[in-house]
C-alpha cells in the first residue's frame, strides 16, 4: 500500500513585495542611525564676535562776539558698551524617525508538531503521575512493613525479657528453696547432733549416778523417779530436787543421796550444752 506524501503548503500572493518593503524600511532606518550617529559625534566649532566702540564726536566751536569769549563746555564723557556675550550652541534639532510601515500579518497555518508535542508533554505528566503514585504506594507498604517487623522485633524482645525474668525468679527461688533446705538441713544436722550430745551428757550423769544408788531390799516393780538437778559450771551439785516420785519413798531417797554423792557431775564435751538445771530421771531396773 503506497503511503502518502505530505502536502507542500500553498505559496501566499504578495510575499515578495512586501520581502522587498521591509528591507528597504530596514535599510533606511539603518541610514538614519548612521547619520544621527556622526552628527551627533561631530565637534562644535567656536563662534568668534568683534566688537568696537561707537566713534566720539567732537564738540561743535561756536565762535562768540568778540568781546566775550567762553571757555567750550568739556566733552561728554563715554558710555562704556557692554561686551556682548557669544550666543550658546544650539543643538540641532534631532530628525524625526520615519514610521515603519508594519508588516502585514501572515496567515498561520496549525502546526501539528506542537499539538504532537502538547500531547506527548500530557502523556509525560501523566506517565510521571501514575509513576509517582505507584512509588508513593510502595513506599507506604515498606514503611507498612518495616512497622510491622519493629513491632514484631519488640514483641519478641519483651517476650524474651519476660521469659527471662521469669527463668530468673525461678532460678532465684531454687536457689532460696535449696538455701533453705541446706540451711534448714545444717539446723536439723546441727540438732540432732546437740540432741545426740545432750543425749550423751545426760547419760553420762545418770551412769555415774545410778553406780551410787543402793536399792532398798523390799522394792519391787520398775517406777520412775525424776529429779531437778541445779549445778555449777563446774559439776558441783547445789541441790537436788524430787520432781515426781516413783511411790518408793526408800528408792527415793537413795536416789537423792546418790545424786549429792556424785558431785561433781560430768562436764559436757561442747560448751554450750552446759545447763544450770537439769531434769534427771531414774528406773531401779534401768
Known amino acids: 500500500m503506497r503511503k502518502d506524501r505530505p502536502r507542500k503548503p500553498a ?3 504578495g510575499q515578495w513585495p512586501a520581502l522587498a518593503l521591509a528591507v528597504s524600511v530596514h535599510v533606511a532606518f539603518i541610514a538614519v542611525l548612521v547619520f544621527s550617529l556622526r552628527w551627533q559625534n561631530r565637534k562644535p566649532e567656536p563662534i568668534t564676535a568683534e566688537l568696537y566702540a561707537p566713534p566720539v564726536k567732537a564738540a561743535t566751536v561756536v565762535e562768540a562776539p568778540p568781546k566775550r569769549v567762553e571757555a567750550p563746555p568739556p566733552p561728554p564723557e563715554p558710555v562704556p558698551v557692554p561686551k ?16 515603519t510601515p508594519k508588516p502585514e500579518p501572515k496567515a498561520e497555518k496549525p502546526d501539528m508538531r506542537a499539538a ?14 501514575r509513576d509517582q ?3 508513593d504506594r510502595k513506599e507506604a507498604d515498606q514503611r507498612e512493613a518495616d512497622k510491622r517487623k519493629q513491632l514484631e522485633q519488640q514483641r519478641l524482645v519483651e517476650v524474651r525479657e519476660r521469659q527471662q525474668r521469669e527463668t530468673d525468679a525461678l532460678k532465684a527461688q531454687a536457689e532460696r528453696e535449696q538455701s533453705t533446705r541446706a540451711t534448714q538441713q545444717k539446723i536439723d544436722a546441727d540438732a540432732a547432733l546437740r540432741a545426740r550430745s545432750e ?19 523390799d522394792m519391787v516393780g520398775n517406777a520412775e523417779a525424776i529429779f531437778d538437778v541445779v549445778q555449777l559450771p563446774t559439776g558441783e551439785i547445789i541441790d537436788a530436787v ?8 526408800a528408792y527415793d531417797d537413795a536416789v537423792q543421796r546418790a545424786i549429792i554423792k556424785s558431785s561433781p557431775l560430768p562436764r559436757p564435751e561442747r560448751p554450750d550444752l552446759f545447763q544450770r538445771t537439769l531434769t534427771l530421771k531414774f528406773r531401779p531396773l534401768d
Open 116 to 129: 504532537d508535542i502538547a500531547r506527548k508533554a500530557r502523556e509525560d505528566d501523566e506517565r510521571r503521575k
Open 11 to 13: 505559496r501566499v500572493s
Open 242 to 249: 524430787l520432781r515426781k516420785s516413783s511411790g518408793v519413798r
Open 199 to 217: 543425749a550423751d551428757y545426760i547419760r553420762r550423769i545418770q551412769s555415774k549416778v545410778k553406780g551410787n544408788v543402793v536399792l532398798p531390799p
Open 133 to 135: 503514585a505507584v512509588r
Open 84 to 99: 556682548a556675550e557669544p550666543p550658546p550652541p544650539t543643538a540641532a534639532p534631532k530628525p524625526e524617525p520615519k514610521a
